[in-house]
Structure formats: C-alpha cells, structure tokens
C-alpha cells in the first residue's frame, strides 16, 4: 500500500471515529439537568424552603438540620436555593423563546421584503440597541411598577432587536442562492420559502441565539431582583437571594456564595452547551 493511500485511510478513520466531546460539556450538561430538575421539582430539598424561623436566623454552614446554614429570617439557605431555579430560569427561557419568535417573524420580513418595511424594522432595531438595555429594564420597570412578569416581558422586547438584525441578514444571505431562485421560478409563496426552505438552513444561528439569550437572560433578571424590580419579597429567586443575604457576607457567607455560583454556573453552562452544538452541526454540516 502507498504512502498516499495510507494517508487517505487515515484520513477515512479520523472522519469516522466520533468526535470526544469535552469534560466540559458533560459537566455543563449535568449542571442544566440539575436545575431543570429543581425547576421541575422546586421542593426535592426538602419542604418550607420559605418557612421563617427567627430564632434559627443567621446560622452558619454545618448547622445541624442546615447544610448550608439560615439567613436573617431563618430560611435554610440550601432549600431556598433550590427552590429558587424555577424563577430564575423559567424568565430567561420564556425571555429566549418569545425574542427568537420576534426576531424571526420581523427579521424574515425585512429581509426577504425589503424597502419600507426593511428600513422601518432595521431603524427600530437600531434605535433600541443604541439603549443600554438593562439600564432601560430598569428604568420601565421601576415606572410600571415592577413585578417578574412585567421584567419579563420589558427584556424579551429589548432583547428582539438583535434577533431581528441576526435572522435578516441570515434570510439575505440566503435569498439570491440557487435553491431560492428555483422555488421562485416554481411559483411558491413568500411564506412557504422562507419557512419551509430558507429557516432551516438558518436554524442553527437561531439556535445559538436562544442559547446566548438565556445566559443573559439569567443574570439580567438576577440583576432587576437584586435591585428589588423582579420577584417579590417573599418568593424564592437567586437574585433576591443575594439581596437577602448581603448581611450575611461575614457570618454565613453561604446564603451569597451559593446563591451567586448558582447563577454563574447556570448562565456559563447554558453558554458551553449552546456553542458545542452550534460546532458539532456546523461540523456535520
């Protein structure tokens, strides 16, 4: 056998040999499972993770009944952690979906349309990225009144605006290829092309950016409880948490600590698992 065709059927093992996907995916990927399954399931720490006892109030790690110790209202700190995912990840997806879904409808309309309609969606897409964003949360939030669904509702707008830019120029990238061109010379509709033969060769941008949404998501709605403009008072939420337990920094600094690595490690896996796939697809494809 040649030296060439050695070569060739190295090169044949490499493409056939599956790809090792990183240690850190795989303690990304058991990370996101952990929450869901808090979201899921909000009291598999235990029930009365909001019952108050003041007496029990600020008890350090390794308390007995109290891993992680009691904040000021004698709250167990490990109970509330847990308990507190849902409204700290349920926001950010539903955050992601509902940017992805605005992104996409206008985004495919300007850039497939064009004209008015192009310069109308692209001008207001402009003038709301000009905006600090978080800053502008805020700002509404604090006029409405607040509330974690008001929250919610501001940033999944405010996040729309760079899915509209992303999926229009994804649909102009892809309007002058061949395959369009043959789907126009046969007649189909507007809405029939774009769904049915440009969205899924955009898919995958879409994918990433829902990804990347909810990582942000994560830390702007901790950012708006921390500040008191999400969760009430007394529901469970990371960010609340923090607010809550920066009392505590010297004499259980687990009621911060734990509640602030639980929304670096959420928003940081989210992120690892996004960009693999986004690399695994592009590989395949």
């Given amino acids: 056998m040649s030296r060439a065709t050695k070569a060739v059927e190295q090169v044949r093992v490499r493409r056939a040999a599956p790809e090792r996907i990183p240690a850190s995916v ?47 209202l004698g709250r167990d700190v490990l109970k509330l952690t847990i ?40 001008r207001y897409a402009d003038m709301t990225l000009s905006l600090p964003s978080l800053l502008l949360a805020i700002v509404v939030s604090g006029i409405i009144g607040g509330g974690y669904w008001v929250s919610v509702l501001v940033l999944m707008i405010l996040y729309s605006p760079f899915d509209i830019r992303i999926v229009r120029s994804a649909v102009i990238a892809e309007r002058n290829k061949p395959y369009i ?8 509709n507007a809405l029939r092309i774009i769904f049915k033969h440009i969205f899924p060769n955009i898919a995958l941008i879409v994918c990433v950016n829902f990804f990347l949404n909810i990582g942000y998501g994560i830390v702007s709605m ?21 607010l809550d337990g920066r009392e505590l920094i010297f004499t259980n600094p687990a009621a911060v600590l734990s509640a602030g690595l639980a929304i670096i490690l959420t928003a940081t896996a989210v992120n690892i698992v996004g960009n693999w796939i986004a690399e695994r697809n592009s590989l395949a494809l």
């Fill in 26 to 72: 795989y303690a990304s990927a058991f990370i996101l499972l952990l929450v869901l399954f808090w979201v899921v399931f909000p009291s598999a720490g235990g029930k009365g993770a909001l019952l108050q006892d003041i007496m029990s109030g600020s008890l350090p790690p390794g308390s007995r009944g109290h891993l992680l110790g009691t904040d000021t």
């Fill in 181 to 188: 061109e043959a789907a126009l010379v046969l007649r189909l």
């Fill in 83 to 122: 308990a507190g995912a849902r409204s700290a990840l349920l926001g950010p997806i539903v955050i992601a979906s509902g940017s992805i879904v605005i992104g996409i409808v206008f985004g495919s309309i300007a850039g497939w349309f064009g004209g008015a309609a192009d310069w109308l969606i692209s």
């Fill in 222 to 242: 901790s950012s708006l409880s921390y500040i008191g403009l999400g969760v009430s008072p007394q529901d469970a939420d990371w960010g609340r948490q923090l």
